[in-house]
């Protein structure tokens, strides 16, 4: 490794190679909770909420602790961030305390904000366009369950409802890395930004994987590897509830579409999960959902990135084994 400061603001901030590498990485800590202990000492990582968390503050928390480190759990309301310190301020004190910055936060430009200044690996823990790790972990869900990374690339996955949100962009971007066949289906007023589409066909051009997007839930599902699907609501969007009932209903997860996907299609949903809305009690509780192992690979996928990022940044190949 080069010693080059790394960061994970967007899915494609990793190449298919380095995307590979994190997650056959977290397929080891999933084997071994102390594969690897790069934050030994303890080194402290800032972990920093502006949005609320039960998975995210879990997993780095715990994440970062069973790595050998310290987690600084700041939620917005403790912070001066909170308060309008500016942001490259705040980058440039954790950044002389913290070996990590980790950050849930509203807009993409604020990661980029923060990794602008820090002169630490920055990990995008959500934004409302983002949400990387959660993808590392979906897409090592796959891993575990399809026998490893190398099954990865060829995959067809779907993902049905809020097509404009943070899981549809990141299942473009990461897919197309993967080098899978990726559908997005929503509704009119809901489908992805053309510039985030375009730089996913670029992507998947280069890795041999392709890009569907459409308003056809059926279309979208039909023979798929995998169904994912999120809340029709994101945070922050609670003023929208009732408006953004109506438009999603077609793009439900039922048995009756999951019939049209593979007969061994995994259903993922990064959670929390709106029983009865965005996917049917039958679907996320029934035999297909692998949303537990979901959940849990957040841990594994994070030491992984942790891990990978610090070895970048200290050149130290050991820490990648
Ligand atoms: N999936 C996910 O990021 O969950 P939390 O909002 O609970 O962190
Ligand atoms: N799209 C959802 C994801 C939650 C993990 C949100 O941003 O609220």
Redesign the pocket.
């Known amino acids: 490794m080069d010693g080059q400061l790394r960061h994970m603001l967007r899915d494609d901030d990793v190449n298919h190679d380095e995307q590979k590498q994190i997650i056959a990485l977290g397929l080891k800590f999933r084997e071994n909770r102390f594969y690897k202990r790069p934050f030994e000492g303890p080194q402290g990582v800032a972990v920093l909420f502006d949005?609320?968390?039960?998975?995210?503050?879990?997993?780095f928390s715990i994440g970062v602790a069973e790595l050998g480190g310290y987690p600084l759990v700041i939620d917005k309301s403790g912070s001066q961030l909170g308060r309008g310190e500016p942001v490259a301020d705040t980058a440039r004190v954790l950044t002389r305390m913290a070996y990590g910055i980790v950050w849930?936060t509203f807009g993409q430009e604020r990661v980029e904000e923060m990794a602008k200044y820090a002169t630490v690996p920055v990990v995008n823990?959500?934004t409302d366009q983002f949400?990387p790790?959660?993808v590392l972990a979906d897409f090592m869900t796959i891993a575990q369950f399809r026998g490893g990374v190398d099954a990865l690339a060829g995959q067809t996955i779907a993902y049905l409802g809020d097509a404009a949100n943070n899981m549809a962009n990141s299942y473009l971007l990461a897919g197309a890395t993967a080098g899978m066949n990726v559908r997005i289906a929503g509704p009119y007023g809901y489908l992805p930004e053309q510039s985030i589409v375009d730089d996913a066909k670029r992507i998947a051009a280069e890795n041999g994987g392709s890009i569907l997007v459409t308003t056809d839930p059926r279309e979208a599902v039909e023979g798929a590897d995998c169904v994912f699907t999120d809340t029709w609501v994101s945070?922050g969007e609670e003023a929208e509830y009732e408006k953004r009932s109506k438009p999603f209903w077609d793009y439900q997860v039922n048995d009756e579409l999951m019939k049209l996907a593979k007969p061994d299609a995994l259903f993922q949903h990064?959670?929390?999960a709106y029983r009865g809305k965005e996917v049917t009690a039958s679907v996320i509780d029934g035999p297909q959902s692998v949303v537990w192992d979901e959940?849990e690979n957040?841990l594994h996928a994070q030491k992984a990135l942790l891990t990978w990022l610090t070895g970048q940044l200290r050149g130290d190949e050991s820490l990648l084994a």
């Open positions: 949005k609320p968390s039960t998975r995210t503050r879990s997993s849930r823990a959500l949400h790790c959660q945070m990064c959670l929390p959940a957040r």
